[in-house]
């Protein structure tokens, strides 16, 4: 089993920023892709940044050159550094990680992971 606790949540004005932590225990050695996903009131969850086990990233194209995706191997952390922040990037933001050998190319179809955190809240004004 893998246990993913998220935190750094919380509310800011469009065009701040925010670092997102994810922090895995229990059996971290199964974590093969690591994701970000976020989930708005009325909306489908979506993928965010995912990160593979050889640090290939994965970007859904609203956040590109604004979003970060990174992982500390030796504190078994997952990091989404997000800047320029606007209004559509609030929602719920999950962590969420995939005990198979899953490729980058899937990287955003949520049923590829089996263990997900509680999610934190992002909210950002105008």
């Known amino acids: 089993q893998v246990q993913l606790v998220e935190s750094g949540g919380g509310s800011v004005q469009a065009g701040g920023s925010l670092r997102l932590s994810c922090v895995a225990s229990g059996h971290t050695y199964r974590m093969y892709l690591v994701a970000w996903f976020r989930q708005a009131p009325g909306k489908e969850r979506e993928g965010v940044a995912a990160i593979d086990s050889d640090d290939g990233t994965r970007y859904t194209e609203s956040v590109k050159g604004r979003f970060t995706i990174s992982k500390d191997k030796g504190t078994d952390t997952l990091y989404l550094q997000m800047n320029s922040l606007k209004p559509e990037d609030t929602a719920m933001y999950y962590c969420?990680?995939?005990?198979?050998?899953?490729?980058?190319?899937?990287?955003?179809?949520?049923?590829?992971?089996?263990?997900w955190g509680q999610g934190t809240q992002v909210t950002v004004s105008s």
């Open positions: 969420a990680a995939s005990s198979s050998r899953t490729s980058l190319l899937y990287g955003f179809q949520t049923f590829r992971y089996n263990y």
